[in-house]
């Protein structure tokens, strides 16, 4: 795990754009390269909350996976771990191991006394991660329009 950088643009711009990887999370697609570079530019949470979102990289080649990290969204005051990652990494257990370390951060090191996890309902690959690192299932909220789950430490 490590910090974005400004190469991480087009990487950004990739798994956007790839309708299967935003299927579940309301997020649109970039419209243009410079708009993900834009978007790395100006990520301040590193900055602003001492974390943020981490680029996860394979240590052997050094080819960018997806991301990982916490999230402090000050009007909800509430941490969140999320996470994406490119289709040819899915069902390898990248989002888990990289999430479970997120998760052990935030709260071992952050001192994070709550951390949670949002997924629409459909989306039962990333609810089985949250399961997995240890997040229990709270209740159902209204996600964009559709049923979503939020799951708690």
């Not at 950088?5 to 649109?28: A, E, M, P, R």
């Not at 979102?53 to 996976?65: C, D, M, S």
């Not at 039962?124 to 991660?129: E, G, P, Q, T």
Request: aromatic share 16%; glycine share 10%; charged share 30%.
């Amino acid at each position: 795990l490590r910090e974005f950088i400004s190469s991480d643009g087009i990487q950004f711009y990739h798994l956007n754009n790839d309708i299967d990887v935003i299927k579940y999370i309301g997020n649109k697609p970039f419209k243009s390269l410079q708009e993900a570079n834009k978007f790395i530019s100006t990520y301040s949470d590193y900055e602003r909350n001492g974390f943020g979102r981490w680029a996860v990289i394979n240590k052997e080649n050094g080819e960018f996976l997806g991301w990982c990290g916490l999230k402090f969204t000050e009007k909800l005051n509430e941490y969140d771990i999320g996470f994406r990652f490119f289709k040819k990494f899915w069902n390898k257990g990248y989002a888990t191991e990289s999430s479970k370390s997120c998760l052990s951060y935030g709260i071992n090191e952050l001192k994070m006394t709550e951390i949670l996890g949002r997924a629409m309902k459909e989306n039962k690959a990333s609810i089985r991660v949250l399961e997995k690192i240890g997040l229990e299932y709270e209740k159902e909220f209204n996600f964009n329009g559709n049923i979503g789950v939020i799951y708690k430490t």
